[in-house]
């Protein structure tokens, strides 16, 4: 029988096909690891305290990784050794075009990362064009044969990179996975996946590339720090990227533990827009009086009147509405949509706001990645709040001035008072501008 | 630090006033007041027979085949309302196997059936099959701080499809799936006795169960679920 579905991967009984019979090269282990008062889960790392996750009958469970179907005493992981049984394809990129000669240079770079199985952290600011960058270093991977994953935290994430790295590999089979599909699992030399996914896998990757690393879920996970290492092979190497590394991966930076390259300008080469800041301490009581800050009043005002689009961020969904009722006492005329993670009407709102059918749109964090839209400025009231980190304010302000025909944007924020995420964003956005300008 | 068991947010512990000068002890929340909203505990009036919830008290239509068919009728009392969170919390609990969900309605669990005064206990018990998967009786896993007796016990007629796998047509062709244990006739013999089963849906398992302790001559016969 073809046993392909457990290559480089740890499966529990009850996630094999039905009346399989593993064969004798089938390695089998426990799942989890008892020791005196706790017990760990051998695929997410979890230990927990025997009392809290006890069965009946001197059985345990893992309570961590429980969505992607429990590990327990009950049962035990089925694993086959990577084989790397692919076709070689001599070259297998299909697409067709060009580099800035920055990103060349970058990409030189991360192809040489993944020859030699380093592990490397690439810093590309918001929209330098990461995908392209990777795609000769990837290519190149394959035709050795290598097995290959690229990861993101974000579902979105992986839907939108597949569509395009089938299109620059034509001719290579892609095996695309995330916890809401119903596709079953196939063997593949390049598989995209949510993170989460990586946890069934085993010693699977030479090369493993995780996309956002600094986004959530994933940042700050131990489950899925440790489902990273154990996807990859003893051997193999692995690429992070991110536009803004967080403080512990910066630390391994600085201890020389992984390399690091920086793209520090975008892809039509200007520098990222500063955020400039604007102290409004009493908003939170303003807002609540159906008042805005002034300063805030007067920039809505001038992008209105100049028809000059923008994001609005507010910290919570609850602000959402107080904000639509404090800015129609200012703007009776205004129309304003909102747009929060729960919204059913989500997509055709952004699409609305895509098409300039609208001049501003006022949301949450949600849109905090992965959008574009042309020639915006941004704005966020509150931006103080614990709810942005400061890798979430450095996407925020990453929104403005994506495109070529207005590189520049304003990116202004609202304080109650300076927190410490808000100064390390700026700080951030002024350490890649440094870096950029002596590339300019 | 407590989290919450189904969305997994912080739960806020903070005592309120109330708490701290009253005397009652003070109940560890399992749920988030936000998850707890989404149950539906069910009130009067209900059906008299499975304890559904109905405009006016009197026996549905379900209920009203089943004292024709066994000739007496099964008073069922539940917890819940089988809405979309009860619905999400059995998978939870009873397919992805998260035990520690048991203690979320153990205590309403236990109130609903120490306010009926049974004499005597008896849970649905599970299949040979899944003590080995799931590793736990999800009926007995809620039980906690009452005294039940296993008398009943499924027979292991290598049923892998579970019944809430069926469909409605199904479920009610089922065959008997459990036999007494020992000394039952004399343990239930003129008491009051509570079957207590996770989710009462057509009754099909239920009245398999009433139908082996009917036979031997309780003086009353109720049953408890969690959810209806």
Known sequence: ?440 | MIQCLLCNTIIDNQLSLVQILSFKPIVEKTICDDCADQFEYLKPPFCDGCGKKQIVEELCSDCQMWRDKSGYLLHNRSLLAYNEATKQFMQQYKFAGDFRLRQVFSDELRHLINDLHADLIIPIPVNEYTWKTRGFNQVVGMLNNINYENLLISKNNNQHKLQSHKKRYERLFTKQPFKLGDQSLKKIKDKKIILVDDVYTTGRTLYHAADLVQSCQPSELMSVTLAR
């Not at chain 1, 889960?41 to 429990?70: D, H, M, W």
């Not at chain 1, 035990?76 to 990577?82: A, G, S, T």
């Not at chain 1, 709810?387 to 025909?405: E, H, K």
């Open chain 1, 1 to 440: 029988m073809n046993e392909d579905f457990l290559y480089g991967r740890r499966l529990l009984i009850q996630e094999l096909p039905l009346n399989y019979k593993p064969s004798d090269q089938v390695g089998i282990s426990p799942a989890m690891e008892l020791k005196k008062t706790m017990i760990r889960c051998t695929r997410c790392n979890y230990t927990s305290s025997i009392s809290e996750v006890a069965l009946p009958q001197n059985q345990y469970f893992c309570p961590k990784c429980i969505a992607l179907g429990r590990v327990s005493t009950l049962t035990k992981f089925y694993h086959l050794p990577e084989p790397n049984q692919f076709p070689t394809v001599a070259d297998p990129l299909t697409w067709q075009g060009t580099l800035s000669p920055l990103q060349q240079q970058c990409s030189l770079e991360v192809c040489h990362c993944l020859q030699r199985h380093f592990k490397h952290l690439l810093w590309a600011v918001t929209g330098a064009g990461k995908t392209e960058m990777l795609f000769a270093a990837i290519s190149q991977a394959l035709s050795r044969g290598e097995r290959l994953a690229i990861a993101s935290p974000r579902v979105d994430v992986c839907l939108e990179l597949y569509p395009r790295l089938q299109l620059a590999f034509a001719n290579i089979e892609i095996c695309l996975l995330h916890g809401r599909q119903d596709e079953p699992y196939s063997y593949r030399q390049l598989t995209i996946c949510t993170t989460h996914q990586l946890l069934r896998f085993y010693h699977a990757f030479d090369n493993l590339i995780v996309d956002e690393v600094d986004a959530f879920p994933y940042a700050e996970n131990q489950q899925l720090y440790f489902a990273t290492q154990q996807a990859i092979k003893p051997s193999g190497g692995c690429l992070f990227l991110t536009a803004t590394p967080g403080p512990k991966l910066l630390r391994q930076v600085k201890r020389k533990e992984i390399g690091i390259s920086y793209l520090p300008l975008r892809y039509h080469g200007h520098l990222l827009p500063e955020i400039k800041v604007k102290l409004a301490p009493t908003w939170r009581s303003q807002i609540k009086q159906k008042k805005l800050p002034r300063t805030l009043v007067q920039a809505i005002k001038i992008r209105l009147v100049q028809h000059r689009p923008f994001l609005l961020f507010v910290p919570h969904v609850a602000d959402l509405s107080l904000f639509k009722i404090s800015l129609s006492k200012y703007f009776p005329k205004q129309e304003c949509v909102t747009v929060h993670a729960a919204d059913k009407k989500r997509l055709e709102k952004v699409q609305l706001m895509r098409d300039q059918k609208i001049l501003f749109l006022v949301t949450t964090s949600i849109l905090e990645r992965g959008v574009t839209f042309p020639d915006i400025d941004v704005l966020v009231l509150g931006a103080d709040d614990n709810v942005f980190s400061s890798a979430a304010l450095v996407q925020i302000a990453g929104r403005a001035g994506r495109s070529l025909s207005r590189p520049t944007g304003d990116v202004l924020f609202w304080l109650g008072s300076y927190s410490v995420n808000v100064r390390a964003a700026i700080k951030q956005i002024k350490f890649v501008n440094q870096k950029g300008r002596k590339l300019q």
